[in-house]
């Protein structure tokens, strides 16, 4: 069904979200009230409970929307169930038979379409890409396969894998910031120039938005994996002190693992001295 002809199956309580520029968002959310949903059943012939696990929006509230007639509000997706991605169009078109536009519920460490070698970006973004090719950057999907190891680590310890994801993106965003100031830094504009088709060339700084996520994931996949280890844990307890606080030295131990395991042996004194940064805090 065209689009002006399923919309005036719903009464609509506003406009659909816009960037500054013309067009509607690519993560436009809808909610629907009790009569709505039925609405959307029946159309689509999918019975409501199994609409509820599809849609992870389909059984959420609005204020704006009462019972009565089936009823419509717009909103974002990352105000109603999380941050959202474009899918892979390639990937869409084996499962329904053509290769259309779709917008998926998908957290950062899930954009790796391994299949077809893409880094599938934001759809919050005012900005015309889809997706990343990562084909020259295979080291991009062996850390999204990595990243099932340490949810299983995660699992074993305790821990929530979004936090554990959350913080190690936080370390390396900082180290993100502070790379253009470090000579000895090499993997990530080579992978950067690969990532933007073979270089960035004149537009850089574009480029170090667009393609942030997908160069530093294997980085946030190994200090995500730091964090969880148990031999590292133990050298932070013995460069901090061991029951005597004091800061990291930049010589410790865990400096110098961490710098090994994102492949950066200079890179530990520096993140340990970062006194102000997410990792030492």
Known sequence: ME??????????????????????????????????????????????????????????RDGRLQEGPPSAAWRTAAGVAGPAAFGCRLCTA???????????????????CVRHGRWLLDADADQPLEYLDLRAVPEVAAARRRWALVVRQAARAGA??????????AVVARWWEQALGWEQESL?????????????????????IVGRDAVVFPEVVAVAGALLDP??????W???GAGQPRALPADGMFARRLGERVGRQWLGPLAAGDYGGPLTS
């Open 3 to 60: 689009t002006t002809v399923l919309r005036p199956y719903w009464r609509w309580r506003n406009h659909p979200p816009r960037h500054q520029g013309p067009g509607e968002r690519a993560d436009a959310e809808v909610l629907l009230n009790a009569a709505g949903r039925q609405v959307l059943a029946q159309l689509c012939g999918v019975e409501e409970q199994v609409l509820a696990r599809a849609l992870p929006a389909f059984g959420l």
């Open 160 to 169: 929530e894998p979004e936090r554990v994801f959350a913080l190690a993106q």
């Open 238 to 240: 013995k460069d901090s």
């Open 231 to 236: 031999g590292m844990a133990e050298l932070v």
């Open 188 to 208: 990530w504009p080579q992978r950067l120039h690969r990532v933007a088709g073979g270089s960035a060339g004149g537009d850089l700084e574009r480029w170090r």
């Open 94 to 112: 084996r499962r329904a038979g053509a290769a259309v536009r779709v917008v998926r519920y998908l957290p950062r460490w899930d954009r790796v």
